[in-house]
């Protein structure tokens, strides 16, 4: 499997798509909920077989070290070596997750090609929910390697309004601060037009306004994210920028995993 990284103090795995305190234990459940009969929305947006492509890059800033398998030998910038590839996202249905005691849907990620990643998510009353990512190692497929959250954190809400803000908190982890910068607004990804809500997340250290991670999420109704920009700070004033835009959004059959 090809694997790409950031090597500086900390070593930051590029696929990771919310980075939780570098976690890789074994699937951990990090509160305790009361357990209720969930009604899923599997059927529409993480229905088995959607399949979402995007044009995505990522830069590295200068006097970072970084190691690329990724087929783009990458372009010099003002901001640093920019590197572009394809990834695809695409949902297998409904499987059975341990952690949770019951099905949840889960989305398989491709870069170039190549499954590296397992995200399990929810889309349940208009809200896009994460409870977290198995690492997929091809030697090892049923390992499950990575955290699974049984309180899971809030992506979007449909019915929220600018200006909204809400919080994801767990023992011993980072807080996830979110905010609804803009409600209802027409953008355009890689030729297409679309009307999307934005979302600001910040990964913060406990009890500090350090910033670990920054994302910003456009989310289009009925089709998921079509565009994201996220920065990974690996020293003052540098981060690493990676960026998703949706080129194609499909019912297709899955790929082999």
Same mark, same amino acid.
């Given at each position: 499997?090809k694997?790409t990284r950031?090597?500086?103090?900390?070593?930051?795995s590029?696929i990771?798509?919310i980075i939780?305190?570098?976690?890789?234990?074994?699937?951990?459940a990090q509160e305790?909920?009361?357990?209720?009969?969930?009604e899923?929305d599997?059927?529409?947006?993480?229905?088995?077989?959607?399949t979402?492509?995007?044009?995505?890059?990522v830069?590295?800033p200068?006097?970072?070290?970084?190691?690329?398998?990724l087929?783009?030998?990458?372009?010099?910038? @003002?901001g640093? /070596?920019?590197? &572009?590839?394809?990834?695809?996202q695409q949902s $297998?249905?409904?499987? !059975?997750v341990?952690?949770?005691?019951?099905?949840?849907?889960?989305?398989?990620?491709?870069?170039?090609?190549?499954?590296?990643?397992?995200?399990?998510l929810?889309?349940?009353?208009?809200?896009?929910?994460?409870?977290?990512t198995?690492?997929?190692?091809?030697?090892?497929?049923?390992?499950?390697?990575?955290?699974?959250?049984?309180k899971?954190i809030?992506?979007?809400?449909?019915?929220?309004?600018?200006?909204?803000k809400?919080t994801?908190s767990?023992?011993?982890?980072?807080?996830?601060?979110?905010?609804?910068?803009?409600?209802?607004?027409?953008?355009?990804?890689?030729g297409t037009?679309?009307t999307?809500? @934005?979302?600001? /997340?910040?990964? &913060?250290r406990?009890g500090?306004?350090?910033? $670990?991670?920054?994302k !910003?999420?456009w989310?289009?109704?009925?089709?998921?994210?079509?565009?994201?920009?996220?920065?990974?700070?690996?020293?003052e004033?540098?981060a690493?920028?990676?960026?998703?835009?949706l080129?194609?959004?499909?019912?297709?059959?899955?790929?082999?995993k």
């Open positions: 499997m694997i950031i090597y500086t103090k900390t070593r930051l590029l990771t798509p939780i305190g570098g976690l890789t234990s074994a699937s951990l305790t909920v009361e357990k209720k009969e969930i899923l599997s059927s529409e947006l993480l229905k088995k077989g959607n979402w492509t995007y044009a995505a890059s830069q590295i200068d006097n970072v070290k970084f190691e690329s398998t087929k783009d030998n990458g372009e010099k910038t @003002k640093g /070596m920019m590197y &572009k590839y394809e990834e695809i $297998i249905g409904l499987v !059975e341990e952690a949770l005691e019951r099905p949840a849907p889960q989305v398989n990620i491709f870069i170039e090609g190549e499954l590296t990643k397992k995200q399990i929810e889309y349940r009353e208009g809200s896009l929910l994460y409870y977290g198995y690492l997929h190692d091809p030697e090892k497929p049923d390992l499950k390697k990575g955290m699974i959250s049984v899971p809030l992506i979007y809400n449909e019915r929220s309004k600018a200006a909204d809400w994801w767990a023992t011993g982890l980072p807080e996830f601060q979110f905010r609804v910068t803009s409600k209802d607004t027409e953008i355009e990804v890689q037009k679309y999307t809500d @934005k979302i600001q /997340m910040d990964q &913060k406990k500090s306004d350090h910033i $670990i991670q920054s !910003e999420i989310f289009a109704k009925g089709v998921g994210v079509v565009k994201e920009r996220e920065k990974s700070y690996v020293s004033g540098k690493v920028i990676k960026t998703l835009e080129s194609s959004f499909k019912n297709s059959q899955p790929l082999k």
